[in-house]
Structure formats: C-alpha cells, structure tokens
C-alpha cells in the first residue's frame, strides 16, 4: 500500500481584490440558498409540490434580483448551484 496518494491539501492565496470577490460570491449563495429554503418551507407547509431548482431561479430572478441589485455584481453561477445544492 505505500506510494498510494489519498489527497491533496491545497491553500488559496488570494489577494485583497480577489478576497471581496469571494466573499461576495459566498454571501449571494447563502441568501440565495436561504431565499430558497424559505419558498421550499412555504410549498410544504401550504401542501404544495416542493420546486425545482430552475423553478426557483426564474422566481429569483423575476423577485429578488430586482430588490437585491448586489446580485449582478456576482457570476449567476453562484446562486444558481446555490439553489442546485438546496434541491439535492
């Protein structure tokens, strides 16, 4: 078994520029993610079929990202697998 390789450990080094980008990444997930836990919790308990991922993204798009403008300063990938992660 020796010589057998298990993983990698990798560290990011970013810079300041690229540090506020991540972190603005991680906070459009997490409120897209929240957002759609909210709606999920909602169809649930009014007894509605749960949606899908792309369900909740064209509803994100249609509500939220014009109340939130932040969320154009970010890729639309972020909150997107936000949402698929939330539907696994």
């Known amino acids: ?8 450990r990798t ?3 970013l810079n300041r520029k690229q540090t506020t ?14 957002w759609g836990l909210e709606v999920c919790r909602q169809a649930l ?12 993204h064209k509803r994100l798009v249609a509500e939220v990202k014009k ?5 154009y300063q970010v890729s639309k ?3 997107q697998q ?3 992660n939330l539907e696994q």
């Open 1 to 8: 078994m020796a010589g057998i390789l298990l993983g990698f």
């Open 11 to 13: 560290q990011l080094i």
């Open 21 to 34: 980008l991540a972190a603005q990444h991680a906070g459009v997930a997490r409120h897209a993610y929240n």
């Open 45 to 56: 308990e009014n007894q509605q079929k749960l949606p899908t991922a792309i369900d909740l």
């Open 67 to 71: 109340e939130h403008r932040w969320y």
């Open 77 to 79: 990938c972020a909150p």
């Open 82 to 84: 936000a949402l698929r």
